[in-house]
Nanobody, 126 residues
Framework: QVQLVESGGGLVQAGGSLKLSCTVS????????VGWFRQAPGKEREFVAA????????DYSDSVKGRFTLTRDNYKSTVSLQMNSLKPEDTAVYYC???????????????????WGQGTQVTVSS
C-alpha cells in the first residue's frame, strides 16, 4: 500500500504562514495524485489542493486560491503546501492523501483518494 506522513502543522497568528509537507512511500505506482484536505471540528472533510506527480500545475479550492501554493519534489517523494495569509477559518486538521488517475479531471472528493495520512493540526489565532 501507499503510506503518507504529514508534518509542519502548528499554531500561527492570522496573516502568518505555515508550510506543511507530505512524504509518500510504499507502492507509489498506485499514487498518481497527492491531495490535501482539511477538516474543522463539526464539519466535513473538504478539498484544499492537489497535484499530479507528473504535473507542474496544481489545482486549488476557491477558498485557498492565491494564498496556498502546492509544490512537489519527486526526488524526495514529497508534496508541500505553503500556506500564506492564514485566516482563523483555515483552522483544521490537514490531511494528505493519494489517488490513482481514473480520468482527465483532478480528483477532489474524499472517496476518490485511496490512502490517507494521519493528519496534522493547523490552528490560526485571530
Amino acid at each position: 500500500q501507499v503510506q503518507l506522513v504529514e508534518s509542519g502543522g502548528g499554531l500561527v497568528q492570522a496573516g502568518g504562514s505555515l508550510k506543511l509537507s507530505c512524504t509518500v512511500s510504499g507502492r507509489t505506482l498506485r499514487s498518481d495524485y497527492v491531495g490535501w484536505f482539511r477538516q474543522a471540528p463539526g464539519k466535513e472533510r473538504e478539498f484544499v489542493a492537489a497535484i499530479k506527480w507528473s504535473s507542474f500545475s496544481p489545482d486549488y479550492s476557491d477558498s485557498v486560491k492565491g494564498r496556498f501554493t502546492l509544490t512537489r519534489d519527486n526526488y524526495k517523494s514529497t508534496v508541500s503546501l505553503q500556506m500564506n495569509s492564514l485566516k482563523p477559518e483555515d483552522t483544521a486538521v490537514y490531511y494528505c492523501a493519494s489517488a490513482r488517475a481514473t480520468g482527465w479531471e483532478t480528483p477532489t472528493r474524499t472517496d476518490e483518494y485511496e490512502f490517507w495520512g494521519q493528519g496534522t493540526q493547523v490552528t490560526v489565532s485571530s
